[in-house]
């Protein structure tokens, strides 16, 4: 058994991941969102060394997330720290690559399908207009506000309401290239689990 413990809507994406790149069936795996990033697995150590002990294969999948709040070298020399702190042997993947500072979003504007890079496009006109005729009333939208309206955009009407409940629908290659090679740290890194 996998468990994977991921942060908020990464765990639809791993889901996703397990299902469609590795063709696993869901009771071949546990996803567990920590409700946080990288400070909440730090209050984990019992949990995990649990996990690990009943023969559970754990796995950590975190943003690297961007100065001042953290970066890749920070968050993979805490990691790091943690497991040997705690006696902890884990494998874990920092988002967007395992290289560089980011997140999540960094990661899914790689993996859109290529016939919509029109809507982000259109995003980021509407974004630099924003940042032209900013007078300091408001504030810039997020890149999650983006991914946001990419899906948002794509949703029929009728299936709204699980895009409201975070259901990015990453199993839909309408939206999402689950084949893309921007993927291929990520999938290895589960692969290795299912063989080990």
Excluded at 59 to 71: C, R
Excluded at 102 to 125: P, Q, R, T, V
Aim: proline share 4%; net charge negative; glycine share 6%.
């Amino acid at each position: 058994m996998i468990r994977a413990y991921v942060e908020g809507n990464d765990k639809m994406l791993i889901q996703a991941l397990f299902i469609v790149r590795l063709g696993l069936d869901s009771s071949e795996f546990i996803i567990e969102e920590l409700g946080g990033g990288l400070s909440s697995l730090l209050k984990l150590p019992q949990k995990l060394k649990e996990n690990i002990d009943s023969g559970e294969k754990v796995v950590v999948i975190l943003d690297s997330d961007n100065p001042p709040h953290a970066g890749f070298i920070q968050v993979r020399d805490s990691l790091n720290s943690f497991k040997v702190d705690n006696n902890l042997e884990f494998d874990y993947f920092l988002l967007p690559n395992h290289n560089d500072d980011g997140n999540l979003e960094n990661l899914l504007e790689l993996i859109i399908n290529d016939s919509h890079e029109a809507l982000f496009s259109c995003f980021d006109e509407y974004v630099n207009c924003l940042t032209q005729n900013n007078t300091g009333h408001f504030h810039l939208p997020v890149k999650k506000t983006k991914i946001y309206a990419y899906v948002d955009t794509l949703t029929p009407i009728n299936q709204k309401k699980a895009l409201k409940n975070g259901n990015y629908q990453f199993e839909n290659s309408h939206y999402w290239n689950l084949q893309s090679p921007q993927l291929n740290g990520l999938v290895e890194l589960l692969k290795r689990q299912l063989e080990e």
